[in-house]
């Protein structure tokens, strides 16, 4: 299986190639090349490229991938729609299977964690709010325990520790550049890093495709979880 992985929802985009044998797992595979890169300009113009020049070193064609994977978001709103939007055009125009996985589960996912961890990735959503998901993690797998949500750092903070149990708070793995607003204890385990590993992200796409992930590219959407700051000044966050 040839798999083409994408992120352009955080700051740094993201484009890795991966490549495992038949009947094998996705975890088994071949690294055939990834970039990881911040554009001032924005990731618009570069990701084509980087994907473009990716694919070429490993002298695949477009038309030769068979999975491309790609992040939903939340995260920058136009961060988003550039390598979603390229992975479906990939999609509709090769005939290549596209799977969408949400940032924040891209971003647990790529931790190394034992059976049992909780993690929480939470973004910096501006506007004094964060983007933030809870996960545990199940053997290989993720279970979503809340979220994905837009909130404000104290109210998403109150619902975490609703649902994880007071003795295993400490060991909370709080992901992402959302995690300095909160208001966390001294012994949290924090790693403010807001990054996805495009990797990780085409084994685990694969591993969603595997277990039943069948998106459609004519329905798959952005994970926005809120509207834009524009329209909400002129229709209210409503």
Known sequence: MKILAMD???????VALWETTDGASPDQG????????????????????????????????????????????????????IA??????????????VQGVSTLEAMAAGWEAPDGAWLAPTLDARRQEVYAALYRREGEGLRLLDGPVCAH????????RAIVPAAEQAQILWLGDGV??????????????????????????AKMRLHGGNDD??????????????????????
């Open 30 to 81: 071949t690294d055939r090349g990834s970039r990881r890169f911040a554009s001032p300009a924005g990731h618009a113009g570069r990701l084509p490229e980087e994907a473009a020049r990716l694919l070429e070193e490993a002298g695949w064609r477009a038309s030769s991938l068979d999975l491309v994977v790609a992040t939903l978001g939340p995260g920058s709103f136009t961060g988003v729609r």
């Open 153 to 160: 750092p104290e109210e998403w903070l109150a619902r975490v």
């Open 217 to 238: 590219p004519l329905l798959l959407e952005p994970l926005y979880l809120r509207r834009p700051e524009a329209e909400e000044k002129k229709f209210g966050k409503g």
């Open 84 to 97: 979603l939007g390229l992975a479906k055009g990939m999609a509709l125009g090769c005939g290549v299977a």
């Open 8 to 14: 352009s929802s955080t700051p740094s985009a993201s």
């Open 180 to 205: 300095p607003r909160m208001a966390l204890p001294p012994e949290a385990r924090i790693h403010p890093e807001t990054t996805v590993d495009p990797l990780h992200l085409a084994r685990w796409g």
